[in-house]
């Protein structure tokens, strides 16, 4: 069974193995299939002479199984910076990690220039309380280099026994030098959906991932507020979606059709046209039209530009803040049978409604705020993009943007965004900016 992950996931087919054969020009196509089915074997012939000579030369006996899991690994990861094989523990961690709860530090992460590379901290999990920040580097593990391993060999080694602690040695853009971070494990409660009511008269709602718990926490979110404050005095919702680094792609479909009545979320579209799917709105708009404003920020990734993407192109959210991450690619979760873990592996890029490919773009505010950065960390926060990580799948017709801002300040008093948020639903634009747009903000259908 395959299943459909957002950092999103899309679907395979094999379409295109019946349009070969359903061809007018078979014998071209087949002549062609049979050149490349012998490069192939020809690679194969390489791969296995590399093999027997390991095997018999190298200068301590080998095990098999961790030289071919190293193979398999080398030959996914080369594709781009997403797709990635798990063997069979973690493929087991990733499936506790998606349904919420899980041992660790609380921080998602992937792999860059040989180093792990923070996305986003958890909020109220240990690495957010110990001011781990997004674009942070992790050059050491308790003193272990972390070149050469593998992202789940970093993370298998960052998680451990409940109140044991790590060191993690960062890189931050600015700093003077390393810095050395000790951490507290502990049972990572992922509460994906906090809220209150802000002002007697909004609805402040923030998702934080998207896995298995989030709808039915945002529907409880909704259903609070509606309680807490009558209809006529609603003026409102914020949805705060900065710094989610995305999840399952039904919970996006899910959280996205809590605002729409109808219409499209999200298309995938993989290397054939008959590989595409399109997801629609159901169950109808839980807010009932109240206005909405989406907060992002060059952390918000994948499944969250999805769900800012689909309220934006419906002209049914204003969108604040910085441009989002960009990571508009499709990553399709194949197990490979029992006790061989399963693939990550990009399949197809995503598109908002009107067709927007958010890869290497990403969502481009409709007012852009800049936060104030404490003097101690201006010139070490890094910017966040998809078009910066090395080996990255190109944007589809060429146009990439470059990285925004991710820092959001602790205190909500000063939090630039959050406030411009507020008063564009009181009416007040004195703190709004209009962003300027992207080059090209469409690619064609």
């Not at 054969?21 to 012998?38: K, L, M, N, Q, T």
């Not at 390489?46 to 080398?74: C, H, M, Q």
């Not at 709860?101 to 792990?116: A, K, Q, R, S």
């Not at 994906?192 to 529907?219: A, M, W």
Request: aromatic share 4%; with cysteine.
């Amino acid at each position: 069974m395959r299943k459909n992950l957002l950092f999103p996931l899309g679907a395979l087919t094999g379409a295109c193995l019946t349009l070969l054969v359903a061809s007018p020009h078979g014998g071209v196509w087949a002549a062609r299939a049979a050149a490349s089915a012998d490069d192939a074997y020809s690679q194969l012939n390489l791969f296995g002479a590399v093999f027997e000579r390991v095997k018999a030369s190298y200068v301590e006996k080998p095990d098999n199984a961790k030289l071919i899991e190293g193979a398999i690994t080398g030959m996914v990861t080369s594709l781009d910076p997403h797709s990635r094989y798990m063997n069979a523990k973690a493929w087991t961690e990733m499936q506790e990690t998606t349904s919420g709860e899980f041992g660790g530090l609380g921080i998602e992460v992937t792999m860059e220039d040989g180093l792990v590379k923070v996305v986003s901290p958890i909020d109220d999990t240990p690495a957010s309380k110990a001011g781990i920040m997004s674009g942070d580097l992790i050059s050491k593990i308790d003193g272990e280099a972390v070149q050469g391993m593998t992202l789940e060999q970093a993370v298998n080694k960052m998680k451990g026994p409940v109140d044991t602690k790590t060191k993690l040695t960062i890189v931050r853009k600015g700093a003077d030098a390393p810095l050395d971070v000790a951490i507290t494990r502990e049972i990572i409660h992922v509460r994906p959906v906090r809220f209150h009511v802000e002002n007697g008269d909004i609805g402040y709602i923030r998702i934080t991932s998207f896995n298995e718990q989030t709808t039915d926490g945002l529907k409880k979110a909704i259903a609070s507020i509606s309680k807490q404050v009558q209809p006529e005095k609603l003026t409102g919702y914020v949805l705060d979606l900065r710094n989610n680094p995305g999840g399952l792609l039904d919970q996006a479909v899910s959280v996205s059709s809590a605002f729409l009545q109808r219409g499209e979320v999200v298309s995938t579209r993989g290397r054939s046209p008959e590989e595409t799917q399109r997801f629609t709105a159901h169950g109808g708009d839980l807010t009932k039209g109240k206005p909405l404003v989406v907060l992002v920020n060059g952390g918000s990734a994948s499944a969250s530009e999805i769900v800012a993407g689909a309220l934006h192109d419906h002209k049914r959210a204003t969108i604040v803040g910085t441009r989002s991450f960009g990571k508009g690619s499709v990553q399709t979760i194949i197990p490979l049978g029992s006790g061989n873990g399963a693939l990550a592996l990009t399949t197809a890029r995503y598109y908002t409604p009107s067709g927007r490919s958010i890869q290497a773009q990403g969502i481009a505010p409709d007012i852009e705020i800049l936060q104030d950065v404490p003097p101690e960390l201006k010139g070490r926060m890094d910017t966040m993009a998809e078009s910066q990580m090395r080996g990255h799948l190109q944007a589809a017709d060429g146009t990439e943007q470059t990285g925004s801002q991710s820092y959001v300040p602790p205190e909500e008093k000063d939090d630039k965004a959050l406030h411009a948020a507020y008063d564009f639903l009181h009416g007040v634009t004195a703190n709004a900016v209009a962003a300027k747009p992207a080059t090209k903000a469409a690619v064609p259908n």
